[in-house]
C-alpha cells in the first residue's frame, strides 16, 4: 500500500509540476508527510524514515514558498519557472530511483521486545572511551583558532582545509562519538558510574560542539547516531520531529551564532534561510548554465573531492560550480549542489534515478546492522553514522560533507573498537549429554 500511494504521489507531483512547481512541490511535501505518516512499522526502513523527513525539510515547503514568494538568494535575481520546473523533475526522478529499489522488497516482520537483561551488553571498559575522549578533547587546543574562532576568518595557507579536519572535524566527532558509545553503555548498565561518565563525555561534548565554527554535519553525524538508536526503531515520529526540529528550526539559530552581524548574516527563518535554498541553487545553476556535455561520473567525482584545494580536484573542469557562467551570476562560491543534480550532468534524467537506486540499495545493507539490542562495535557505530549522514549528502556535498562524513566514520571505527575490545565472550549453554546405549 505504501508503495502504490508513493508511484501515485510522484504521477501527481510530476503532472502538477509541469503546471506550476509551487503545485508540484507542494504535492512533493504531501507525499513526504504521508510516506511518514506510513513508516510506522517497527521493522521498516530506517533509511526510509531519514530520507523523506530530508526531502520534507529541504525539498517540499522550502522551494515552494520561495518559489511563490520571488524570494533572490545570493544576489542570482528571480529564477525562470522553467529553470524551477526542471530542477522539481531531478528531484522527482531521485525520489522514483530510491523507491524503485525497495520493489519485491518483502517488509521484514517486527523485531522482538528484548527484557533489559537480554539486550547487547554495553561497552567492554568506559573506561578507554573516556581516556579517548580526553585526549581528542585535549587535541582541539593545538589549533584553537580553528575551533573558537568565529567561522569566517579568511586563512592564507593552502593546507587550511587538511588542518581543518586534523584539528577541528576528526577530534569533534571522536569527542561526540565516545559520548554516544557511553551514553548507550549508561541507558543499558543504569548503574551510578556509568551514568557519571556518560555526564561527564556530554559536558565534554557540548564544549567541542560549539556553534562558534561548527557546522551542524558535526552534531548531526555525531550527536544524530544516539537518537538513530534510541528513537530509530520503536518512536520513529519522535526521531522524524527531532530531525526536522534540529534543522528548520535550530539551524538558522547557530546559522546566526555562528556568522554574527559582522559577516552579514540575518535570523531569516525557514524557509527563507539561505540554508534552505538546495533547489533555488539548482534551478539557479540550471538556467545559467550552457548544456554541459556528459561527465560519466566526472561531475560526481568532482563534487566528492571538494575537500582538496581546488587545484587538486579530481576534474576541475567538471564543477558545475566553477563554471564562468555561474561564478559571474552568484555573490557566493561556497554555494551547496544535491548530488541528484551532478548525476544529472553526468547521465541525463536517467542520472538521479540511478543515483537514487544505488544509494538506496546501499542502505539496505545499512538498515540490517542497525538493531538497538545488538553489541557496540565499530561496524555498528559506521552503520549509525552512515545514516546520520545521509542527511547533508541529500543537502549537498560543496557544504562540507566529505569531511564530516569521512571524519565521522573514522571516529566510529575509533569508539566502536574501543567499546568492544577486551570484551568477554558471552557462555555458552552447554550441550545436553546423549543417552547411553
Sequence with gaps: MRTLVFWCGIVCAALCGLIDPVWGYGVVFVLTA?????LGNAADSVFLLIHYTAVLIYFSLAPAMQIAADVDFWEVGIVGQAAHTQALMLLLMYMAGVEAARLGVPAPPAAPRLAPRARGAGVSHPFLLLACLEVAFAALFLH?????VA???LVEEESAP???IVYSTLPKLVVLMCFVALAIHALRQRTLAAWCGAALAFGLAAFAANPVNTARQVILIGLLPLLIHALGRRHRWTLAAMIFGAIAGLGPVLNLISRDAMWG???AVYPFSPDFDAMFVVAGILERAPSPDLGYGRYLLSAFSFVLPRALKMFPEFDPLGWPAVLGNFSQSNLSLPPFTTAYFDFGLAGPALLGFAVSMGFRLVDRAVAPQCRLTAGYFCALVLLAAYVPFLRGPILG????AVSGLVAAVVAGSLASWFRRPAARPARAGLPAA
Excluded at 504521508?34 to 506510513?38: F, G, I, P, T, Y
Excluded at 560533507?401 to 564530516?404: N, T
Design 34 to 38: 504521508v510516506q511518514l505518516s506510513m
Design 144 to 148: 584553537p583558532d580553528m575551533n573558537f
Design 151 to 153: 567561522r569566517g576568518v
Design 162 to 164: 587538511i588542518q581543518y
Design 265 to 267: 548574516a540575518q535570523l
Design 401 to 404: 560533507w566529505g569531511p564530516f
